[in-house]
């Protein structure tokens, strides 16, 4: 099976209100054993003359933030191309080009992905052609660390790492937490 663990760090929690600051894909295909810093990776943060967010949501993304204020900028791109090149960027990294043209084919995987990351998604800009190529199958992988008799919600990301006897390291960057959910469904399969 193939996947794109996505994963994005938001100005807060409303996409009707708060906007984008980071955004990571990478692209896992089951059937092969690559290293995961091996693996294709899509990365882009997002400059913007102003941030519009909630106090909390800017506290998480400080350093992003300040990464974003400073002159060395990597990885830059404009919000209005963002949905276009990540579309192109999973049909060359998800099975053949022709793929992405069925819809509904390409499954998003990571904490959260289709309550939050996938809402977010869908504000961006010219996204029609991204939104309909995703499955609306999510892969939520804190799924497989539920203990159905015991746990009265989902467990967070780091109560999974705790369950596999891991280390989590928080530090709320979008490739690090793309690489995390990718660590924590290789562990089932």
Same mark, same amino acid.
């Given at each position: 099976?193939?996947?794109?663990s996505?994963?994005? %760090?938001?100005?807060?929690?409303?996409p009707?209100?708060? %906007?984008?600051?980071?955004?990571?894909?990478?692209?896992?295909?089951?059937?092969?054993?690559?290293?995961?810093?091996?693996?294709?990776?899509?990365?882009?943060?997002?400059?913007?003359?102003?941030?519009?967010? /909630?106090? !909390?949501?800017?506290?998480?993304?400080?350093?992003?933030?300040?990464?974003?204020?400073?002159?060395?900028?990597?990885?830059?791109?404009?919000?209005?191309?963002?949905? !276009?090149?990540l579309?192109?960027?999973?049909? *060359?990294?998800?099975?053949?080009?022709?793929?992405?043209?069925?819809?509904?084919?390409?499954?998003?995987?990571?904490?959260n992905?289709?309550?939050?990351d996938? %809402?977010?998604l869908?504000?961006?800009?010219?996204?029609?052609?991204?939104?309909?190529?995703?499955s609306?199958?999510?892969?939520?992988?804190?799924?497989?660390?539920?203990?159905?008799? *015991?746990?009265?919600?989902?467990?967070?990301?780091?109560?999974?790492? /705790?369950?596999?006897?891991?280390?989590?390291?928080?530090?709320?960057k979008?490739?690090?937490?793309?690489?995390?959910?990718i660590?924590?469904?290789?562990?089932?399969?």
């Amino acid at each position: 099976m193939q996947y794109i663990s996505l994963n994005v %760090q938001t100005t807060g929690l409303d996409p009707d209100k708060h %906007q984008i600051l980071e955004l990571a894909a990478i692209a896992e295909d089951t059937t092969e054993d690559v290293n995961i810093n091996e693996l294709p990776l899509f990365h882009a943060y997002i400059k913007r003359d102003n941030y519009i967010g /909630s106090a !909390e949501g800017l506290s998480l993304n400080i350093e992003t933030l300040k990464y974003l204020a400073s002159d060395n900028l990597k990885d830059l791109w404009d919000e209005r191309c963002l949905a !276009e090149e990540l579309f192109r960027w999973m049909c *060359n990294n998800i099975g053949s080009a022709s793929y992405c043209f069925e819809d509904n084919e390409i499954t998003l995987a990571g904490k959260n992905i289709g309550s939050f990351d996938y %809402q977010f998604l869908k504000k961006l800009p010219d996204s029609e052609r991204l939104i309909y190529s995703i499955s609306h199958n999510f892969i939520d992988p804190t799924m497989l660390y539920m203990d159905f008799k *015991n746990d009265i919600c989902l467990p967070s990301t780091r109560v999974c790492w /705790s369950k596999l006897k891991l280390p989590y390291v928080c530090n709320f960057k979008a490739v690090d937490v793309a690489k995390s959910t990718i660590g924590l469904l290789r562990e089932k399969y």
